[in-house]
């Protein structure tokens, strides 16, 4: 990758992560607030609909410029090694180092933030340093491997496609069926991430925590927050994918 183009990447990454983390913010601590372990209004229901925004627009930038420049990265190098039939091979493996990557920096902005999100009464500065007093720095990576396999299966959607609008709507159509489908494992983070330290959840095991779910609430509980998720992850598709691939056209 070119100089230039790897700046490029970086830009048209970040601005696109911030649009979508801010513009669909609400609908995210719907979300969240679905999945926790006290329920809905407990977590604050539509109250303080935006806690926890500081910690996603710190993050987001940098969270998703990493994402893309490792993407275009990967796919540049595994392009010129590979046939052109693999090339949607090419596009997941791409993704899937990209989310790895990414993932260093959007964990701990989403440990901060999930919290925030089912205590609004505590500001993002006074849960960040409840984290570190309490779990170290360790605990803003709890939840990293359940991140990690997440995003994974989300991102195999990823790719380009010849116009912004294409890329755009594909990203919508693409990302509602993945959010619908990695549900269960947004909730088993979730879980993960709000988990009381020395719990059994804290721990960090995604299949523990899926059974925990599954006990206590069933197939319902696997999939609380699924429209709100599906509503968020198909505008954001549309959003993201979209302001990257117009920003990239613009900057090149």
């Known amino acids: 990758m070119e100089r230039a183009e790897f700046w490029v990447s970086l830009t048209a990454g970040g601005i696109a992560g911030v649009c979508v983390d801010l513009i669909l913010f609400p609908l995210d601590t719907i979300k969240t607030r679905l999945q926790s372990p006290q329920g809905f209004k407990k977590a604050g229901g539509f109250r303080g609909i935006y806690a926890g925004v500081p910690s996603a627009a710190v993050g987001s930038f940098p969270n998703a410029a990493a994402f893309f420049v490792t993407y275009e990265y990967v796919k540049c190098l595994l392009r010129t090694a590979s046939p052109p039939y693999l090339s949607p091979v090419t596009h997941m493996a791409a993704a899937s180092f990209g989310e790895v990557v990414a993932c260093l920096i959007r964990v701990p902005s989403e ?46 959607k990823q790719g380009h496609v010849v116009d912004s609008w294409q890329s755009a709507t594909c990203g919508a159509f693409a990302g509602g069926f993945a959010a619908a489908v990695t549900t269960p494992l947004d909730v088993a983070k979730t879980r993960i991430m709000l988990a009381k330290a020395g719990s059994s959840n804290a721990s960090g095991n995604v299949l523990s925590a899926l059974h925990s779910v ?3 609430q069933g197939l319902p509980g696997l999939f609380a927050g699924v429209v709100p998720r599906m509503t968020a992850i198909s505008l954001g598709g549309f959003i993201f994918l979209g302001t990257y691939d117009k920003t990239r056209r613009l900057l090149l």
């Open 111 to 156: 440990v901060v933030k999930q919290r925030a999100q089912v205590s609004p009464s505590s500001s993002t500065f006074q849960v960040l340093s409840n984290t570190l007093y309490q779990e170290g720095i360790q605990g803003l990576y709890r939840g990293y491997k359940s991140t990690v396999l997440r995003e994974d299966l989300w991102s195999w």
């Open 214 to 216: 599954w006990r206590s």
